[in-house]
């Protein structure tokens, strides 16, 4: 059972990795924006923060419940799995979609 749950720990983090890497990147491609530039790498740091803080939690919820599992341990390892990237593709998206309108809102401002 223990080597299910620190591989499901690995991977998952690794997942969340990735991804909180990936708004940085679209944080630093916008930030040769003219018009948002200025703030397009705060806001994608700020928000890169708050999706790696939330999903390092969400991840360490699933991980909690593996025990629930203990007789099919690889069934929890796939199951927790799944889990976990269904949630943080999820929560990847509502980052994106708040650098995006964050930024959209900077540049609002900005013109009036």
Do not use: W
Not at 54 to 66: E, M, Q, Y
Not at 67 to 84: C, D, E
């Amino acid at each position: 059972m223990m080597v299910f749950l620190l591989s499901f720990i690995g991977l998952a983090l690794a997942a969340l990795a990735v991804l909180t890497r990936m708004i940085l990147l679209i944080g630093s491609m916008q930030r040769d924006c003219p018009e948002t530039g200025a703030a397009a790498q705060l806001v994608a740091v700020t928000v890169a923060t708050g999706f790696c803080a939330i999903g390092a939690g969400g991840v360490l919820l699933i991980a909690a419940a593996f025990p629930i599992l203990a007789q099919a341990p690889v069934m929890a390892f796939f199951v927790g799995l799944g889990l976990a990237v269904l949630c943080l593709g999820l929560g990847f998206s509502h980052a994106v979609n708040t650098l995006r309108l964050t930024l959209y809102r900077s540049k609002v401002l900005a013109d009036s």
